[in-house]
């Protein structure tokens, strides 16, 4: 299996990379992000029976061909632990009432779905650097759970630092505690005056200048990096198998999304053969994915133009991984690709329903997505809704997704929607939806009252460099 960029330029100086090269490298030097040459196929009859981790390993095993077998093997099997994620499911499936249900994957560390990818993402990559005998900086961009994913997969790891861009002052107080309050030697945050958007464009300036990133090694956790996608993918699988009665059975999933990196890997199981048919997409009040899969018209806002929601890790209008998609709606065509970013660099967006972009937009509208939106006022009603039906307690993604999911749920085929995160990172919103606090492990207990380390900085990444050479030189 070998990688391309999607934007037809070389990754680590070749032109069909290796796993680990891509793991390594984050963005292409082009600014393209990777993508595997062809799609593997799955085995439903085979994988149907086998547990997370050895599910995983089959399904990983054939996006990565140059870690060797036992070695990776060992490496699932570390991540994927009961002591990890609450259960030996890894990511169980909670039935609401026949035809809908839950599908957990926030039962990480962090509580979030980001965990899922990420306790992986770090074992991998301290087993590349090891062998390499090579280091990394990790420059990455958070709008509130993959920071804390991140840091709390990489922390003490060796060979490995990472410098975490978050909005300053957009994030829940739990989530801003998560990360802050860590003061491992090899984890430095850095809030960025100004919405997440800005803190993913200053990742991949830094990242696009060729001699800071090799003078300093960086590399990536975002959902730039392919290695979080491929790891996700791994749970649509497992969802469908508990859900369906027998391979072929059609579900629905309904997907919050911010990033685009956890439907996509929705998307990516259904090109690989899982039978999903609809790609359910929520988005909250930032609805830019909402409008382009109704219209075809792609138009990201302007910091000032995105909102701060009580759904906060979705305040997002720069989807990244919404490029990897659109290269296959290209048809993998890198120079139709690369004339829609100058668009969009130009013109502020592109519009799919152009007679010149007919056979892309056809794609679009044969790939399974449909989508819908949801405000404030409709996650506090699903919220309380779904406790009031089922003594369920949901945080305002989830509850996001639901809303959006049984706007599109139909009579005969199973609804399943993606829980992102439990409540307790989003205690706010659950009081007012509520009128109760929700639970939380006790090793987060009193978390916001802990010391908070870290500094804030412009929106600017000339200043994220300099701090960066601060504490590197």
Not at 256 to 278: T, V
Request: aromatic share 10%; charged share 20%.
């Amino acid at each position: 299996m070998r990688y391309l960029s999607t934007r037809g330029g070389a990754i680590g100086g070749q032109e069909a990379a290796s796993f680990s090269t891509v793991l390594l490298e984050g963005l292409a030097a082009d600014g393209g992000l990777s993508m595997p040459e062809a799609y593997p196929q799955a085995d439903l009859d085979a994988w149907r029976v086998l547990s997370y981790p050895a599910l995983c390993f089959e399904i990983v095993s054939r996006f990565v061909d140059d870690i060797p077998r036992d070695a990776l093997k060992t490496i699932i099997a570390k991540t994927y632990t009961p002591e990890h994620f609450g259960s030996a499911d890894i990511t169980p499936v909670r039935e609401l009432e026949p035809g809908l249900s839950l599908l957990c994957v926030s039962n990480g560390p962090t509580l979030a779905f980001k965990d899922i990818a990420l306790q992986l993402l770090g074992n991998l990559f301290e087993y590349v650097l090891g062998r390499e005998g090579r280091a990394i900086n990790i420059l990455g961009a958070t709008s509130g759970d993959t920071g804390s994913s991140a840091e709390y997969a990489m922390r003490g790891k060796r060979g490995i630092k990472v410098f975490m861009l978050s909005p300053h002052k957009r994030m829940s107080a739990f989530q801003q505690a998560q990360m802050y309050a860590l003061d491992d030697p090899n984890i430095f945050n850095l809030a960025v005056e100004g919405t997440f958007d800005c803190c993913q464009d200053i990742v991949k300036e830094v990242g696009g200048d060729a001699s800071f990133k090799q003078q300093y090694q960086l590399g990536a956790v975002n959902s730039i990096n392919w290695a979080r996608v491929m790891a996700q993918i791994v749970y649509y699988f497992k969802g469908y198998f508990a859900v369906t009665r027998k391979n072929g059975d059609p579900l629905d999933v309904a997907v919050p999304s911010g990033n685009f990196g956890n439907i996509l890997a929705a998307y990516i199981a259904k090109q690989m053969g899982l039978p999903l048919r609809r790609l359910i997409l929520a988005t909250n009040e930032n609805d830019v994915l909402d409008e382009f899969f109704k219209s075809g018209r792609y138009r990201p806002r302007s910091p000032e133009e995105t909102h701060a929601t009580s759904s906060p890790s979705m305040d997002i209008s720069k989807a990244s991984n919404f490029e990897r998609y659109l290269f296959d709606c290209v048809g993998r065509n890198s120079t139709v690709l690369r004339e829609l970013w100058a668009q969009l660099t130009q013109q502020g967006g592109f519009d799919l329903t152009e007679p010149r972009y007919q056979k892309c937009w056809q794609r679009v509208q044969a790939s399974g997505f449909v989508s819908g939106r949801s405000t404030h006022a409709d996650r506090l009603q699903t919220i309380r809704d779904i406790y009031q039906r089922y003594g369920v307690m949901i945080d305002p993604h989830t509850a996001d997704g639901v809303k959006v999911g049984r706007e599109y749920r139909e009579v005969g085929v199973p609804l399943l929607c993606v829980e992102t995160a439990l409540p307790a990172k989003f205690a706010a919103t659950i009081e007012e939806a509520l009128g109760q606090t929700p639970p939380r492990p006790e090793v987060y207990v009193g978390i916001e009252q802990r010391p908070q380390h870290y500094t804030v900085l412009p929106a600017d990444a000339e200043a994220v460099k300099a701090f960066m050479r601060g504490q590197l030189d």
